[in-house]
Antibody, heavy 118, light 110 residues
Framework: QVQLVESGGGVVQPGRSLRLSCAAT????????MHWVRQAPGKGLEWVAV????????YYADSVKGRFTISRDNSKDTLSLQMNSLRAEDTAVYYC???????????WGQGTLVTVSS | QSALTQPASVSGSPGQSITISCTGT?????????VSWYQQHPGKAPKVMIY???NRPSGVSNRFSGSKSGNTASLTISGLQAEDEADYYC??????????FGGGTKLTVL
């Protein structure tokens, strides 16, 4: 069965960096686009970034553009999110999600909490 | 990248029907049939309920349906059940090759 497992969250000081990972199993990872979506405590969902199935294209929300980088290793079935210059407002649970078609985020991980605080 | 507009809350009694709206622009909801809806229970990951405006994934109850008119998409839940109480989010693909979510709607089953 399809499984997405995020890791790498934790407490980090403002201005520092953190790298999240998402391990995918149960499907042909290299055939699917992948997203990162976040949710600040008590708030709604916010789309963060997408990467094409082959890694050829990446797109970002304005709120993270220039600071975050999405990447994937199709040989290891792993999705990553490199987060630099972190701010307090980046504090959130970060989910990875699989994209089927153009609008169907059909599988989500359990999320990993990132807390940016001094 | 402005969030899509949803009502903050809706409520209904068991057995009733409710509709949640999701208003965007011609650059997102109105421009593509790529609207999806997600249900999220407290402490859980979101679950897709509707994709491509009106398609229901296998395993999702046929009490859930989606539609779109112009820049506004809608999710209708008929025959409300206690287990439907959750937060609901719409999402749309945009002309910038980005995606955007709505602010979320808290559904209370009275």
């Amino acid at each position: 069965q399809v499984q997405l497992v995020e890791s790498g969250g934790g407490v980090v000081q403002p201005g520092r960096s953190l790298r999240l990972s998402c391990a995918a199993t149960g499907f042909t990872f290299r055939s699917k686009g992948m997203h990162w979506v976040r949710q600040a405590p008590g708030k709604g969902l916010e789309w963060v970034a997408v990467i094409w199935y082959d890694g050829s294209k990446e797109y970002y929300a304005d709120s993270v553009k220039g600071r975050f980088t999405i990447s994937r290793d199709n040989s290891k079935d792993t999705l990553s999110l490199q987060m630099n210059s972190l701010r307090a407002e980046d504090t959130a649970v970060y989910y990875c999600a699989r994209l089927s078609g153009w609008s169907n985020l059909d599988y989500w991980g359990q999320g990993t909490l990132v807390t940016v605080s001094s | 990248q402005s969030a899509l507009t949803q009502p903050a809350s809706v409520s209904g009694s068991p057995g009733q029907s409710i509709t949640i709206s999701c208003t965007g622009t011609s650059s997102d909801v109105g421009g593509y049939n790529y609207v999806s809806w997600y249900q999220q229970h407290p402490g859980k990951a979101p679950k897709v309920m509707i994709y491509d405006v009106s398609n229901r994934p296998s395993g999702v109850s046929n009490r859930f349906s989606g539609s779109k008119s112009g820049n506004t998409a809608s999710l209708t839940i008929s025959g409300l059940q206690a287990e439907d109480e959750a937060d609901y989010y719409c999402s749309s693909y945009t002309t910038s090759t980005t995606w955007v979510f709505g602010g979320g709607t808290k559904l209370t089953v009275l």
